[in-house]
């Protein structure tokens, strides 16, 4: 029996909204390509993810674009080199490889999420699990790195290149430039909207798990001795999320808990007032796609599944009829990880400032050069040993004056101990450096596709249809003749470039029985048609169904296009007092 999933995809295939890559030569597993509803949908999605997170804040919120390829430093500082990984397993008889976490967690129905390679492999040994192709025995369990590499001009160990597997860290390198560009303001986030690719293992669940995708992201950085969050209490105190905590799941619990976002944050179920705000607008965000919010929730991250550079995580779950749980985004308390790594491999600084409320007396040592000392000693080398005391650092210097020596080597001249003299020195330090935290909300287009897709679908009785929010739906109006006659053709063309040249996104259709022009705008998701009929030609009129309930209303062609921009808008139609057909 069909899943609702299996029809959604169905149609989405046969539509033009999403279908697999490469089909002409047989696919390639974790690759789809968007048609062309699916590219508007996916438009759509888009921009209401900027309406929710970067145009509506956009009082600390700026968006910046990166290029997908890095330099493989920049991965190695961000720990992605070394922690980007799955583990892989193979079969010994058909030399298939499949991912060993979700084998183990298909075949035994449990979580198999941060287990290391010697756990995977007893687990499947004990549990005699096989190859799901052919029956054959796996392998031993191997990491594998998630990271598609490639060069940066020549083929050389020095040039090697990673795909992102995520936007952030051309966010990360940026924060001292973007930082500077909005006059040192703190907090600030920074958003990015772009692809990533990640070399998975063994994709399967059709366009569920991709190699190539969009991340929408955010990175925000803040000052953790001041993580003031007035929005949070401003837009959130009234929003409820539905949470399954880290601790609840140790006790084997499924249910989530129902929290105010600001009463988790005060109680620590957030342990960030940021993270705390930005699942709040992720659940509107996810609400806003059409998903009920009994359907969503967060579920935390244990210890042993966090990510290398997260204090805590949470993830955004959709239930799906076909899959169940279905993670959309991830919302993830970075710290100061990223660039505190970025400091220490680039030796760049990425500090922030912070003005003390009140001066900070400090201690330190000045290092004083006995110039007479130096004049008497060298007398015509003297020029050349002020050159060799100016050109070290001064840390350095104090680690080669920690030494009982009388003498000291630098850049291998030797300097009588006694021409440097240490002073301890009081300083007030009106501002300090310190390094931000972050706190993160990072979603994937195309799984916001599918649930946008899967949540518009509705049935009524023979018609199959797509009820989209008025925003999302990727064909906004639909242009239909009653017949297949002139002048009716004639008219219908001319509403539907009046139409176009209003900035509406048209269908026109004059192919077949108006019933069944009418099922096909319903199957792709056009929220409203224009029927151009014989009184059309005698009063200037026509009708405007709406999608859902099939009502029609009469409006004048000279007022079609108000008609329609209020309809996409969200007033209700049936409200703007022309008279209802049906």
């Not at 004056?401 to 030797?414: N, Y």
Request: aromatic share 10%; charged share 30%; with cysteine.
């Amino acid at each position: 029996m069909s899943t609702k999933t299996d029809k959604v995809l169905s149609i989405a295939t046969k539509r033009g909204f999403i279908w697999q890559s490469y089909e002409i030569y047989g696919g390639t597993a974790g690759f789809y390509d968007l048609g062309p509803l699916g590219v508007r949908l996916k438009q759509n999605i888009v921009e209401l993810w900027r309406k929710y997170f970067v145009k509506d804040n956009q009082e600390f919120i700026v968006e910046i674009e990166t290029p997908i390829i890095a330099p493989a430093i920049v991965f190695r500082a961000s720990g992605h080199e070394e922690h980007f990984t799955d583990y892989a397993v193979e079969c010994t008889k058909c030399r298939r490889i499949f991912r060993a976490d979700h084998l183990v967690e298909e075949k035994l129905g449990i979580s198999a999420e941060g287990l290391g390679a010697e756990e995977l492999s007893k687990i499947i040994k004990e549990k005699d699990i096989r190859c799901p192709i052919c029956g054959g025995e796996l392998g031993e369990v191997e990491k594998f790195q998630l990271l598609f590499s490639t060069y940066i001009g020549p083929y050389s160990p020095e040039n090697l290149a990673y795909l992102r597997p995520e936007t952030a860290q051309g966010m990360f390198v940026n924060f001292k430039r973007v930082y500077e560009l909005m006059r040192r303001r703190m907090p600030i986030g920074i958003a990015q909207i772009g692809r990533v690719a990640r070399n998975e293992i063994s994709p399967r669940q059709g366009p569920i798990r991709l190699r190539e995708f969009t991340i929408m992201e955010i990175e925000f950085f803040y000052d953790p001795e001041n993580p003031q969050c007035d929005v949070l209490y401003e837009k959130c105190c009234n929003t409820k999320l539905r949470i399954l905590t880290a601790e609840d799941r140790r006790k084997g619990s499924d249910k989530p808990i129902e929290i105010g976002a600001c009463e988790a944050f005060e109680e620590r179920v957030i342990v960030s007032p940021w993270l705390a705000y930005w699942m709040c607008i992720a659940q509107k965000f996810i609400e806003a796609l059409g998903v009920p919010s009994e359907r969503t929730y967060f579920e935390e991250k244990l210890p042993s599944e966090l990510a290398h550079y997260s204090k805590q995580t949470f993830d955004q779950i959709v239930i799906l009829d076909k899959w169940g749980k279905l993670e959309v985004s991830g919302h993830a308390y970075r710290y100061d990880y990223d660039l505190r790594r970025h400091i220490e491999f680039s030796n760049q600084d990425l500090y922030a400032l912070r003005q003390l409320k009140e001066p900070r007396i400090v201690k330190k040592i000045d290092i004083k050069i006995d110039k007479n000392r130096v004049l008497t000693v060298y007398r015509d080398r003297a020029k050349e040993i002020f050159r060799v005391l100016a050109t070290i650092d001064k840390n350095e210097l104090l680690k080669l004056l920690s030494t009982d020596s009388s003498t000291i080597v630098i850049h291998g001249v030797e300097i009588p101990r006694d021409v440097i003299k240490l002073e301890e020195v009081e300083e007030k330090i009106h501002i300090e450096k310190f390094i931000p935290h972050v706190a993160e909300p990072s979603f994937g287009a195309e799984r916001l596709l599918l649930v946008a897709l899967e949540y518009a679908y509705r049935e009524d009785g023979e018609r199959a249809y797509l009820a989209f929010p008025v925003y999302l739906a990727p064909i906004q109006v639909a242009v239909l003749p009653l017949l297949e006659k002139e002048p009716l053709i004639a008219l219908a063309k001319k509403v539907y470039r009046k139409l176009i040249e209003a900035g509406f996104y048209v269908y026109y259709d004059e192919s077949g029985s108006i019933g069944r022009r009418y099922m096909r705008c319903d199957e792709i998701g056009i929220p409203f048609a224009v029927t151009i009929d014989f009184e059309s030609l005698e009063n200037n009129t026509v009708t405007v169904r709406e999608r859902d309930s099939r009502k029609q209303i009469r409006v004048p062609i000279d007022e079609l296009v108000e008609v329609i921009d209020k309809g996409i808008k969200g007033v209700d139609i049936f409200t703007l007092g022309y008279p209802v057909i049906g």
